[in-house]
């Protein structure tokens, strides 16, 4: 294995699943997990959430209003969250929205239930859709 693959290996592992901002809950974030990286006999502990656990968990505002799920997470190039893709509206799976948030705008992250302070369905439903490639 080449060095710039171990690299962005521990890169990933340490940088957890959002930013430091994201997860205002007064704690350090869980431990995701561990691992030791044999090739330079390095243990490495992943502070953050996992992304299965972020995965359609449900996005609240601070009402305590449920507005949406989160949908799937954008890894931006350098290897951070930049984006999570938040579904809103429909029904059985029919006729959802989605809409981009930036990870940022987040206050509380602690699966399965994730704040998005003064949003509301329609706030969501009226932003333009995210389209995947």
Known sequence: MNRSVI????LFAICGILPMGAMSQGT???????VTLAVAQLDVIANGWRASKLMHA???NESGQKIGSIRDLIVAPDGS????????????????HHVA?????????????????????????AMPEFKFS
């Open 28 to 34: 350090n974030p869980p431990v995701a997990g561990g």
């Open 58 to 60: 449900s996005v609240y």
């Open 101 to 125: 948030v930036p990870v940022q705008s987040f206050t509380q992250v602690t699966p399965p239930k994730i704040v998005l302070p003064g949003a509301t369905k329609d706030s969501l439903k």
């Open 7 to 10: 690299g962005k290996a521990v």
């Open 81 to 96: 969250i930049s984006v999570a893709i938040v579904d809103v509206g429909g029904f059985l799976g029919m006729g959802k």
